[in-house]
């Protein structure tokens, strides 16, 4: 993991999940007309950006409204070496510049901006920023996940430099290191077993004295020689200047301190889906995602999901990517057979 700027130049890049947390604001009383698209996307990481190139190169003239995190999550990484077409890997904010490139190259206008309202109850839809208004005929919904930080200073500065919040994408890079999970459900109990492949010893760090995880997840974890498990502790301070050294934990039960000198670690608090905007109209699952139904499709006939803001399960670019495209693909078909008269659906 390499010392990077993270950000496109020229966009100031909020710190995910800053924006979507906070309670929308209401439009301005005066918009200014932005126009009719065919198609709108809201979202600019790998399923939207992708949704933009297909709908582009179609020559639906899509309007992408990039969101308070211009990139998405990758933009929050450094090397990324799982994305098809890169053998030395890519940046992730390299790799999110160069599809931004190419979904502006045939058309797409790219606002930095959030979406602030959206109307879904009449067709044409009606978008807006705090400052514009357009109307699309078709939607793509791409808003992605916030992954949860624990929100210590030190976390957010050596984010890239030994802190992630995503094993599949980084274990890899702790070969014969020691790191630490921080998390008590499900899915830190499956970050720690996964990083056991790479990974000399992973702690797991946990700051009540039982775990929200299954049964069957705690067992495997307690019998995997690797893990080592410290409960009723948190997290004081992730210690390093470039690059992770340590961590200094605090009990929660006594407020003793100790230092646990290691490499990395990875945050397995959980993720937010930013759907906060589309939840009256579209259905969502009982942890907050987006439902599709037929790939991309959702309950409003012309709105069509892609990527995590869906997908709890593979949480990857080259999947959201995929989305992306079936999502252009279908809206495209959608509008083509309105066009014609047909029923679309
Ligand atoms: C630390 C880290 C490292 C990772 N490393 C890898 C890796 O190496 N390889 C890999 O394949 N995957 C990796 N991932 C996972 C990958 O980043 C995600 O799976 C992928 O980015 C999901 O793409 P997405 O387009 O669905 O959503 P996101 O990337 O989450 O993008 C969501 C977009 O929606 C926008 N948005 C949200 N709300 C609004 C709104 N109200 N108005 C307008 N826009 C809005 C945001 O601004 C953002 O542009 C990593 C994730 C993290 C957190």
């Known amino acids: 993991m390499s010392d990077l700027k993270l950000g496109f130049p020229g ?103 959030d979406l602030v309202s959206v109307d879904l109850s009449a067709r044409p839809f009606r978008l807006s920023t705090s400052s514009t208004a357009w109307t699309a005929d078709a939607l793509i919904v791409a808003t992605g996940a916030s992954a949860l930080w624990l929100g210590l200073e030190s976390e957010t500065r050596l984010r890239g430099k030994g802190v992630s919040a995503c094993a599949t994408c980084d274990g890899f890079f702790f070969r014969d290191r020691k790191v630490a999970v921080v998390g008590g459900g499900d899915t830190a109990l499956e970050e720690a077993s996964y990083l056991t492949r790479f990974a000399s010893e992973v702690v797991l760090i946990h700051r009540r004295d039982s775990f929200r995880a299954s049964r069957i997840m705690v067992d495997r974890a307690q019998e995997n020689p690797k893990i080592r498990m410290i409960l009723e502790t948190e997290i004081a301070e992730v210690l390093g200047e470039t690059a992770v050294t340590g961590l200094r934990l605090r009990s929660t039960r006594t407020g003793e301190e100790q230092v646990e000198p290691l490499d990395g670690l990875f945050v397995a608090i959980g993720y937010r889906p930013n759907t906060e905007l589309f939840r009256e109209r579209l259905e ?20 069509f999901i892609a990527g995590d803001v869906h997908d709890h399960r593979y949480r990857q670019a080259i999947t959201a990517a995929a ?23």
């Open 11 to 113: 966009i100031s890049l909020i710190d995910d999940g800053a924006a979507a947390a906070a309670p929308l604001a209401r439009p301005a009383a005066a918009l200014t007309e932005g126009g009719h698209h065919p198609i709108a996307i809201v979202g600019s990481g790998p399923s939207g950006l992708t949704a933009a190139i297909y709908a582009a190169r179609a020559g639906l003239r899509p309007l992408v409204v990039a969101g308070y995190a211009p990139g998405g999550q990758l933009m929050l990484t450094s090397e990324v070496e799982n994305f098809p077409g890169f053998p030395d890997g890519i940046l992730g904010p390299e790799l999110m510049g160069r599809m931004r490139d190419q979904a502006a190259r045939f058309g797409t206008e790219i606002v930095d901006a």
């Open 284 to 303: 969502v699952d009982e942890k907050g995602y987006l439902v599709v139904r037929d790939e991309t499709s959702s309950a409003v006939e012309g709105v």
């Open 323 to 345: 989305d992306g495209c079936k999502a252009a693909i279908d809206a495209e078909r959608w509008l083509e057979a309105r066009a014609h008269g047909a029923d679309p659906r």
